[in-house]
């Protein structure tokens, strides 16, 4: 609960979220302003596609965020993150899918540009909080924030916040996390939002077609990273057009002729090779997590926990082994299908985040 009177920069994406946390703020007699991060260029995509893309950030976004704030009668205020959205973001998704990972730009874009420019920058207006639309809560316990799924379990998420810092964490506030969707839209409905019933965003806000391999081969070219498809047992099936265009778990798009289905169970980048092989080759019982934070003390050996290793995946129950570097091995109760180089990997305990950091390999898998 924030206290009527506190100054409070709200991130408003254009979306119902941030549009209700705003409001509902204002109603409860806050200081509210209102923020928009202008992250991306759509020049490029308006005459071709229009000004809705059905993702995030984009510039009907940016219109529905200020007719919002307007009709709160609160400051409004769009920040240009153009260039550090480029450098943080779009390179590193890049660099990612050019060396056989798939990343997840939403937890970096949390991590970096919400959590720590906009923040920054909210303090500057000496605002006593940054308050954003996630359905996560924070809860005081024996003197530390502590980081919880939200109510509404099918839109928890806690997976996209697990770089947050108990200093971060002092100064940000998740008012819906108490909420179910269907409650922030009817709160919205009662406040006389006009985005109450706007759809959610679905696409990655830079890609908004969805159409990745076009983007990729705009940032960086084609032709460098062609190569062949082979199978686990080492036999050359094919060729491919760029280890990029391929992710674990992948199966249509191989142009393979094979008695059984093949998916992709692995991408080698630096010798340019997509590794196929049966459904059963996908099952891994660990994989290897680098970059780690901890919302908790730092374990000393090993704990157990949940893990997750997608955004729509339940906790598997599993051991988790710190390392001398600082990463972890995580060791899998049950072997995991699709664990992906590049996707978060996130620890629970109950609906408590204890930390999370990023899937640098599969470790063991199932042969």
Request: aromatic share 8%.
């Amino acid at each position: 609960m924030i206290e009527p009177g506190k100054r409070v920069v709200v991130a408003m994406s254009g979306g119902v979220d941030s549009s209700v946390a705003a409001a509902l703020l204002k109603e409860q007699g806050c200081d509210v302003i209102g923020m928009t991060m202008q992250i991306w260029d759509y020049s490029q995509f308006t005459e071709e596609h229009g000004e809705s893309f059905g993702s995030c950030c984009s510039l009907d976004d940016v219109y529905d965020a200020r007719r919002v704030a307007e009709s709160l009668d609160i400051p409004f205020y769009v920040v240009n993150f153009e260039k550090q959205f480029e450098k943080e973001v779009i390179d590193r998704f890049c660099d990612d899918y050019f060396n056989g990972r798939t990343p997840n730009p939403c937890v970096i874009c949390n991590q970096v540009l919400k959590f720590e420019i906009l923040l920054r920058r909210a303090l500057e207006l000496q605002a006593d909080y940054l308050v954003t639309g996630h359905y996560a809560q924070l809860v005081e316990e024996d003197g530390a924030l502590i980081l919880r799924k939200g109510q509404d379990r099918n839109k928890d998420q806690t997976y996209f916040l697990y770089t947050l810092t108990q200093e971060q964490m002092q100064y940000v506030r998740f008012p819906l996390g108490g909420m179910t969707k269907d409650e922030v839209r009817g709160h919205a409905t009662r406040l006389g939002l006009k985005v109450a019933d706007k759809a959610e965003s679905q696409d990655i806000c830079f890609v908004p077609d969805g159409d990745y391999v076009r983007f990729l081969e705009e940032q960086r070219g084609s032709g460098t990273m062609n190569g062949d498809i082979v199978h686990v047992g080492g036999e050359i099936l094919g060729k491919h057009l760029g280890t990029y265009r391929y992710t674990i778990g992948q199966r249509r798009g191989l142009g393979l002729s094979w008695p059984q289905p093949l998916y992709v169970v692995g991408i080698d980048a630096v010798n340019r090779k997509v590794i196929v092989g049966e459904k059963e080759h996908l099952a891994a019982t660990q994989c290897q997590v680098m970059d780690v934070n901890w919302l908790i003390d730092a374990p000393e050996k090993q704990i157990e926990a949940g893990c997750r290793i997608r955004y729509r995946h339940h906790e598997v129950s599993s051991l988790i082994t710190i390392q001398d570097d600082g990463s972890v091995l995580v060791g899998f109760q049950e072997p995991q299908s699709g664990v992906t180089p590049g996707q978060a990997a996130v620890f629970y305990d109950g609906d408590r985040v204890l930390g999370g950091g990023c899937i640098a390999g599969p470790g063991t898998r199932d042969e």
